[in-house]
């Protein structure tokens, strides 16, 4: 690299900086580029290897980038779901002395799908509405922080498959600004950015022929607010509870929970009268699950999958009649018994297929499957031998796979994905 550029960072990579900053990222020559699945964007974005994992640049002005940067770090603190930012690129200059954008570079998701990647031919009715309520529920978690996005869709969203459903991840913080606590205006304003982006985006995968002639755009697009608006009031209305009623409380932090949230603290206040209970959650951030299932086993998964992994831990406990082991002594025996021998039970040149969780997740549906199919008690270790030799050996890796595989994608690609190698009968169980 001939000239010299700055680069503001935690830590920054030796390759990092040998790359051709000197040049357009639209410029970049193919080597260079990771082809990889994107969202629509107003910028220039590019993927690359580095020797810790796969990147992504995006060209922007400085001021931009400086904000994105920090912006998405004060959401990593918080726990909410985004990309991770690496670094930003300013000062570029062509050898010509032309000035360039900077460059603000994030670690990519693994496993993750942009919008527009989850569909090859058209996108189901099903499939959609898992899209718009995983939304919904990274739009609340953003809004319970004080995060104003300013430019929600689902364009500037990644999707990770999470146990048959999925989780949603922030990867456009661009206009998003941080505030102590929004206002119902902000919310609604958020929510009607939501609304009418959607819409439009559904509009377009409808025009081209993408979409399930019966699904109403309009009509997808509202069910955000009510997915969001449910979601909300779950966790932050007050109730009155009555003194013969105490029970009721417990109900509220159990529903909590089962909607993925932990409970900081309860806020309970009796009535003038003294015959009402006024309760109100103080709800920190979601995972409640997954935070459980990582202490347990050290395993980091989505909040679905840990739900899921946890149901099995519990069934294990039961089977192998355990009552009075300590819950940590029972984890480390599922986990050394159960999960690792089903994820090594693959082959190594299948090992990319899928994350380790979420194998796990198709397993036991596999099981499921193969037991309602045969009316028996199908063991584990015929399960995971008949879902890998039929249908992991069939799947395409989670990283989508693009046609050609290298090369700047500056036109439209053909994206295959991986449900349209599956069995036509599992295309409604991952």
């Known amino acids: 690299m001939s000239v010299p550029v700055k680069i503001s960072a935690a830590f920054v990579a030796p390759d990092l900086i040998t790359l051709p900053w000197d040049i357009p990222l639209e410029a970049w020559p193919d080597e260079l580029i990771t082809a990889l699945p994107k969202g629509i964007s107003r910028h220039v974005v590019r993927f690359t290897q580095l020797e810790n994992g796969v990147v992504a640049l995006k060209e922007t002005t400085a001021e931009l980038a400086a904000s994105e940067y920090e912006m998405l770090k004060l959401l990593q603190k918080a726990n909410v779901p985004c990309v991770?930012?690496?670094?930003?690129?300013?000062?570029?200059?062509?050898?010509?002395?032309d000035e360039l954008p900077a460059t603000l570079i994030t670690r990519h998701?693994?496993?993750?799908m942009p919008f527009r990647a989850l569909y090859s031919t058209t996108l189901r009715p099903e499939t959609l509405t898992r899209l718009i309520d995983a939304l919904a529920l990274l739009l609340v978690r953003l809004h319970n922080i004080g995060f104003f996005w300013g430019d929600v869709s689902l364009s500037n969203t990644l999707f990770?498959?999470?146990?048959?459903?999925?989780?949603?991840?922030?990867?456009?913080?661009?206009?998003?600004?941080?505030?102590?606590?929004?206002?119902?205006?902000?919310r609604e304003h958020d929510l009607e950015i939501a609304r009418v982006n959607i819409a439009g985006e559904l509009?377009?995968?409808?025009a081209g022929g993408r979409m399930d002639e019966s699904i109403d755009p309009v009509a997808i697009s509202d069910r955000i607010m009510a997915a969001y608006e449910a979601l909300w009031h779950a966790l932050n209305d007050p109730e009155l509870v009555d003194e013969a009623e105490l029970w009721r409380i417990q109900r509220r932090v159990n529903h909590l929970n089962d909607l993925g949230f932990d409970i900081e603290e309860l806020e309970i206040r009796t009535d003038d009268s003294g015959t009402k209970v006024r309760i109100q959650p103080k709800v920190v951030d979601a995972g409640h699950h997954a935070r459980r299932l990582l202490?347990?086993?050290?395993?980091?998964?989505?909040?679905?999958?840990?739900?899921?992994?946890?149901?099995?831990?519990?069934?294990?406990?039961?089977?192998?009649?355990?009552?009075?082991?300590?819950?940590?002594?029972?984890?480390?025996?599922?986990?050394?018994?159960?999960?690792e021998p089903v994820v090594r039970s693959v082959p190594?040149?299948?090992?990319?297929?899928?994350?380790?969780?979420?194998?796990?997740?198709?397993?036991?549906?596999?099981?499921?499957?193969?037991?309602?199919?045969?009316?028996?008690?199908?063991?584990?270790?015929?399960?995971?031998?008949?879902?890998?030799?039929?249908?992991?050996?069939n799947r395409r890796d989670e990283e989508m796979i693009i046609d050609p595989p290298t090369g700047v994608i500056t036109a439209a690609q053909r994206i295959i994905d991986a449900e349209d190698d599956a069995p036509r009968d599992w295309r409604d169980l991952v």
């Open 160 to 186: 990770v498959r999470d146990a048959g459903s999925f989780a949603a991840y922030l990867v456009d913080a661009e206009t998003g600004r941080m505030y102590p606590s929004l206002t119902p205006g902000q």
């Open 295 to 339: 202490r347990l086993t050290g395993l980091d998964t989505e909040e679905n999958q840990a739900r899921r992994l946890l149901n099995d831990l519990d069934e294990y406990r039961a089977r192998v009649s355990l009552p009075n082991l300590d819950e940590e002594v029972v984890a480390h025996l599922w986990l050394t018994r159960v999960f």
């Open 109 to 112: 998701l693994k496993f993750s």
């Open 84 to 97: 991770e930012p690496l670094a930003v690129v300013t000062g570029r200059n062509s050898q010509l002395g």
């Open 203 to 206: 509009m377009d995968l409808q």
């Open 348 to 393: 190594e040149q299948l090992g990319h297929k899928l994350e380790d969780a979420e194998l796990f997740h198709q397993v036991l549906e596999h099981r499921w499957y193969m037991s309602e199919q045969d009316q028996r008690d199908v063991p584990l270790n015929e399960a995971v031998r008949d879902y890998i030799e039929n249908v992991l050996v």
